[in-house]
């Protein structure tokens, strides 16, 4: 009988001690991003997401690298992101990037879990089909409304401006999703034209030359794919730098992650930690129990003027007064 009542009352004695670890069990999250810890617009993502969610979800990453694994790479990297899948058994997925929503969101259609990208440059339409089950942020550079800006802080008259790209993914993506697969376009009395440049003897070529090809100002969309020429990936890093020491016309930036000093001058640009915050507040959404069905994709509603105090000094740039009051100011 004193054997009987023990063994009940270790039972009892463990289920107490289990218990509440059950209970404060926080929801687990895993974010497959379809780049490198070092990017730093992933690194921007991260910390959007981490300030709606640390603290409230379990939070784990897998990163796939395909910033710097070669094309025919993709496919394993996205396996082993599934894979990650399979062993966590999280509650939300958040797909970075058009490569993870590509590559890994038509498996996700098939599974009953709650999926939120972000960071997504093309139509997802032409990665899945819209489903139950997934929903997301998208990514937008407002590139007409920031010629327009350009024309402005730079007392720009029928100019010419270039718009570099890498030959990346995304660059194809932002190609067809934004610039409508047209390499030339006028914005008012501006000319723009694109171009989409692989490696970095040939970016230094149309750099070099822009003045002399009568362009009064760059605007750097893309880089991270450039190679040199032994077909190695160039650091952005050292593109950004190179391109700021060498420009003869001043350079300005889509994404906030090039401005600075050494970097782009700025401009309207996107943040990649807005789109980490949006995207968190949608995976509270679901674990609170909002239906993904309900929730439609959203493009956050604005850009943000960040500019550079060493590259403005540096150009001899005044922005105008209406700009310079709802300017984000880096060094």
């Known amino acids: 009988m004193y054997y009987v009542i023990s063994r009940v009352a270790i039972l009892v004695a463990l289920i107490t001690l289990f218990l509440p670890v059950c209970a404060n069990a926080k929801p687990k999250v895993l974010v497959i991003e379809s780049y490198h810890a070092e990017y730093e617009w992933n690194k921007n993502n991260e910390k959007g997401l981490e300030s709606v969610l640390k603290g409230k979800v379990d939070l784990s990453y897998f990163r796939m690298d395909t910033k710097r694994v070669v094309a025919d790479q993709y496919q ?36 009953d879990t709650p999926v939120v990208y972000l960071g997504i440059n093309g139509n ?19 590139y007409k409304r920031s010629v327009k800006y350009l ?35 006028k914005i008012g009395d501006i000319q723009i034209t ?6 970095f003897e040939d970016w230094k070529n149309i750099i070099n030359k822009s003045a002399d090809d009568g362009y009064s100002a760059i605007i750097l969309g893309l880089f991270q794919t450039v190679v040199d020429d032994n077909n190695d990936h160039v650091k952005s890093d050292d593109i950004l730098k190179w391109t ?35 995207a968190g507040e949608i995976v509270l959404s679901i674990l609170n129990g909002v239906p993904v069905q309900q929730i439609k994709p959203v493009i956050p509603s ?30």
């Open 244 to 278: 700021s020491k060498n420009s003869p016309v001043p350079i300005f930036g889509f994404w906030e992650m090039n401005v600075g000093k050494d970097k782009t001058i700025g401009g309207l640009v996107l943040s990649g930690e807005v789109q980490g915050i949006t």
């Open 151 to 185: 024309k402005q802080i730079l007392n720009l008259d029928k100019s010419k401006i270039l718009i570099l790209l890498d030959t990346g993914t995304t660059a194809k993506v932002l190609m067809d999703s934004v610039f409508d697969g047209m390499y030339s376009a």
């Open 76 to 111: 394993e990297r996205a396996d082993l992101a599934w894979d990650e899948y399979i062993k966590s058994q999280p509650d939300v997925v958040v797909l970075a990037d058009d490569n993870a929503l590509k590559l890994l969101g038509p498996k996700f259609l098939k599974t």
């Open 124 to 142: 997802p339409r032409r990665y899945i089909e819209l489903n139950k089950n997934i929903t997301g942020v998208l990514e937008r550079p407002l």
């Open 302 to 331: 604005r850009g943000l003027f960040v500019f550079s105090k060493t590259e403005l000094f540096k150009w001899k740039i005044s922005l105008p007064r209406y700009v310079k009051g709802i300017t984000k100011f880096i060094e």
């Open 194 to 199: 694109i171009q989409e440049v692989a490696t």
